[in-house]
């Protein structure tokens, strides 16, 4: 069976030719880049280079870019960083719908006596920038705002708030995991001080990251030991997966545009024929204000793992926010945060889509799903929404006899 | 992805008895959408008061629509007096395993199956509304996790959240679930606490101290390694500030020792290795 991938916003695809150039640093340039030998010098070569390619996506300079173990390592270290600088300080603002990466980061934080504010946001995904404008204190050490959420892809207005930080003395950083490589990042524009990179998110392998830190920032290193990256990022380089991850940044800086309208595209007609076809459906998060790869639609009266598992029989991948899908007991912490009644965050859908999807993809789509929920929905004791399944005769039969 | 049974796949794919009885003997609901599960049974008998018919509709995942599948299968030719035997286990048996978290799916299709009984004969009050709320995010009663706990032989509090859901949310009910689960322990020791094997006790020490000991000696610049047990003799290596210090020794000493004795067993004495 023909696997349809839409889980872009889980992880991508290895472009062929990110792959081709990482090949032979795992075979005949297996040199260290520390050494001092010319064999070790040719990968440091190659290594400062990919680090220009990850710079040039961001607009940013060489040595404002960390290479890390993966995104979550970026962030941990983005914020701990902040805190051992800034002693004193002890509160950090971040929202209500961050990548686990950091929330639950906080949520430790928050047990060993640091004030956290999660700042809401509304029902369609977007931040209340009056609470946020409040909350920032004199004791706030850092400010962590997700570019664009994982789950709806809701982009948020990191440098109107990177810029209000700054004007406060406080270091702001970003989760940018889900919008590197999707849409334009210039960092000479804005007043972030620390951002976010993970490759596997646009098609460089799993187990590579970076950090974006702005020159003058205070900064202390999570990892210690050699001196590598200039002793912010102790650890023998990955050096195949950093030159794999400069390929990728490079085809990203130079297929970005085109890609981006293609995918927005394809993902538009997915959702406009999915809610023409399948009645009580809706699109959760702000249409206008979101990557143009994602789409997550809620079905009414039905439940996510269901139709994941209906679809994965297609050969079709998803994922949901529903309860089951999450191994907790509640449907994602995203949704929640945005207020979606039960009856639909149970039956959320997110299709993640890449320039690796067709048009003949987004029309099987089309084709199974309906079919799927009216299955489940025939099984629904809630189906249709008019009827009340609770309301059941108290009475007995034998009473009524 | 959840590694269901083959049984589990074909009833999902393939669910059987889907719908209302109709003038059923029994009716229940039991669940609601915001537990993101629910299940309505109903059932029917004939002549000779076996369950002639039985059919359900149900909100939920893949294993809510397999063990909906499941209790119809199972209680079709059976007395209510058979039929009310049937505990969550044998739901779950029946569909050759659940996996851990979703046992609760099993408990939903028993918990309809006693509803709808008690609605046959008449009585309106049921089992469930028996008891205090524990659990507000899922409406769990202390009596339906007292019953889960004794019957599922359960002693931890991530247990009772797989087969009721209680205290998967919020998480404000654990210490009273943990109290329940104490109290059904103390009626039979072997349930609360199960005999360790030596590999077991190891593990669990090992475990204490790393997620509850360690990172607490870390914040004071210290550190904890352990190196044998012996029996029931623990014997550790220490770290840091306060190791050179005899007169913290015993503060330590105390420290684990009690941590171990309220995780693991109140028979573990801790010794310090000879340097």
Known sequence: MKTIYFDNNATTRVAPEVLDAMLPYFSELYGNPSSMHSFGGKVAYELEKAREKVAALLNASHDEIIFTSCGTESDNTAIRSALDVQPDKRHIITSSVEHPAVRSFCNQLELKGYRITEIPVDQNGLLDMDIYEKSLSPDTAIVSLMWANNETGVIFPVEKAAEMARSRGIIFHTDAVQAVGKIPIDMAKNYIDKLSVSGHKFHAPKGIGALYLRKGTKYSPYLIGGHQEKNRRSGTENTPYIIGMGKSAELASANMEKEGSVV??????????????????????????????????????????????????????????????????????????????????????????SVYNTMEEVDFVIEKLPPIIEKLRSISPYWPPDSNPHDLTVRTKHENE | MWEYSDKVKEYFLNPKNVGDVEDPDGEAIVGSIACGDALKLTFKLDENGRIKDAKYKTFGCASAIASATAITEMIKGKTIEEAEKITNQDIADFLGGLPDQKMHCSVLGRQALEKAIANYRGSVSDKESEGKIICNCFGVTDFEIERTVRENNINTVEEVTNFTKAGGGCGGCHEAIEKIIKRVGNENPQAGRPKLSNIQKIKMIEETINREIRPYLRNDGGDIYLIDVIGNRVIVATRGAFASCKASGETLKHLVESKLHEMVSQDLSVEEVSK
């Open chain 1, 264 to 353: 927005r595209y394809l993902r538009d007609k997915l959702e406009n024929e999915i809610l023409k076809r399948i009645p009580n459906s809706r699109i959760n998060g702000e249409r206008e204000l979101r990557l143009p790869n994602t789409a997550n639609i809620s079905f009414e009266f039905v439940e996510g793992e269901s139709i994941l598992l209906m679809l994965n029989e297609f050969g079709i991948c998803a994922s949901s926010g529903s309860a089951c899908t999450s191994g907790s007991l509640q449907p994602s912490h995203v949704l929640r945060a945005m207020g979606i009644p039960f009856t639909m965050a149970h039956g959320s859908i997110r299709f993640s889509l």
